[in-house]
């Protein structure tokens, strides 16, 4: 077994403010994932990565950045916080290299409130 | 066309009975299809998954099916008790360099 940790569980902003998530996982996962989760929105994808130092698009990287700096840990930036944002963020990792044909483990999630 | 389409986004059933959530997809090549459910508060975990060359999966009271040709699959979920109440997500992917696109989720509400 294994588990993904997010930091922080809760982060309040400014807007413009950057603001950085982090995430490890001790799964020895090669993919590791970040998602926003809105209300009525599903989960969309932000950025994804295949293995260490790779980042990859996903439908909603703009206005965020991600850095996989090792295959444990990937980090998810919001450039300029905006103003009455509100939404969960989550980490997911998988033992995929490349594609999607694996069950995602998730993390706990970072709650996002900008004021 | 990448997206998954879920219906319905709410879903409110009596105790015991059985409960459907339908999703669409778009990419013909899509192969692996997962449903995570997510209680209140929770992380999404996988419950059930079905691949491509299966037209249907039971485990424990769940049962997906596929319809490749309509691009359509469902989960069924048999004798729902309280403890099903939950949001479920849908998602499809395909072949290496695609990833998993979710449905937008159906809040199952299981009522005694």
């Known amino acids: 077994g294994g588990i993904i940790t997010q930091t922080p569980k809760f982060l309040i902003g400014q807007e413009g403010q950057k603001l950085t998530l982090k995430c490890q996982q001790n799964?020895?996962?090669?993919?590791m994932y970040w998602y926003r989760q809105d209300s009525g929105k599903g989960l969309r994808l932000i950025y994804y990565?295949?293995?260490?130092?790779?980042?990859q698009k996903g439908d909603l990287s703009e206005g965020y950045d991600a850095s996989r700096e090792k295959k444990s840990s990937f980090s998810l930036t919001v450039t300029s916080a905006q103003k009455n944002e509100m939404a969960v963020f989550l980490c997911?990792?998988?033992?995929?290299?490349?594609?999607?044909?694996?069950?995602?483990?998730f993390g706990p999630g970072t709650r996002l409130t900008v004021l | 066309g990448e997206q998954v389409e879920q219906l319905p986004s709410i879903l409110r059933v009596q105790e015991g009975s059985s409960a459907s959530i339908n999703c669409t997809y778009e990419n013909s090549a899509s192969n692996y299809f997962p449903w995570y459910k997510q209680e209140p508060g929770e992380n999404p975990k996988l419950i059930i998954d079905?691949?491509?060359?299966?037209e249907r999966k039971q485990t424990q009271g769940l049962i997906v099916l596929l319809d490749k040709k309509a691009k359509r699959f469902s989960l069924h979920i048999t004798d729902t008790q309280p403890g099903d109440s939950a949001m479920y997500f849908c998602?499809?992917?395909?072949?290496?360099?695609?990833?998993?696109?979710f449905g937008t989720g159906t809040k199952l509400q299981v009522v005694p």
């Open positions: 799964f020895n996962h090669d993919t």
């Open positions: 990565s295949i293995t260490e130092n790779d980042l």
């Open positions: 079905i691949r491509s060359n299966m």
């Open positions: 998602a499809a992917s395909g072949n290496s360099g695609t990833y998993q696109r």
């Open positions: 997911a990792s998988s033992i995929v290299g490349t594609g999607g044909e694996a069950e995602q483990f």
